[in-house]
């Protein structure tokens, strides 16, 4: 059974910094790409950044650029996000996600195969 778990959630004041991680298992995702979406209260789901199987690219949405930064490492099948200078309006529950392909670019931005339960996130003015 693939499962996604994603931890470092919590509350930060605006400007600090998150380090979320995301651990998968049941299988490896070293040649698939891998990313993050997040869901704000009322509002749809939607895509944070994204890293190629490599690591050599990377994708992120425009409201994050400069200020997120993911990795990963196949190694040890783990994903992580790091978050700084953070904004109240980043507050959301985030998804660590995965693809189902292999050595695939650009990312499905749009939506993956593999979901994890979420962490939240919650930046305080």
């Known amino acids: 059974q693939v499962q996604l778990v994603e931890s470092g959630g919590g509350l930060v004041q605006a400007g600090g910094s998150l380090r979320l991680s995301c651990a998968a298992s049941?299988?490896?995702?070293?040649?698939?790409?891998m990313g993050w979406f997040r869901q704000a209260p009322g509002k749809e789901r939607e895509f944070v950044a994204a890293?190629?199987?490599?690591?050599?690219?990377?994708k992120y949405a425009d409201f994050v650029k400069g200020r997120f930064t993911i990795s990963r490492d196949n190694a040890k099948n783990t994903v992580s996000l790091q978050m700084d200078s953070l904004r109240p309006e980043d507050t959301a529950v985030y998804y660590c996600?995965?693809?189902?392909?292999?050595?695939?670019?650009?990312?499905?931005?749009?939506?993956?195969?593999?979901w994890g339960k979420g962490t939240l996130v919650t930046v305080s003015s």
């Open positions: 996600a995965a693809e189902n392909g292999f050595g695939r670019w650009p990312p499905r931005t749009y939506g993956m195969d593999y």
């Open positions: 049941g299988r490896t995702f070293s040649s698939s790409v």
């Open positions: 890293i190629s199987w490599s690591g050599d690219s990377t």
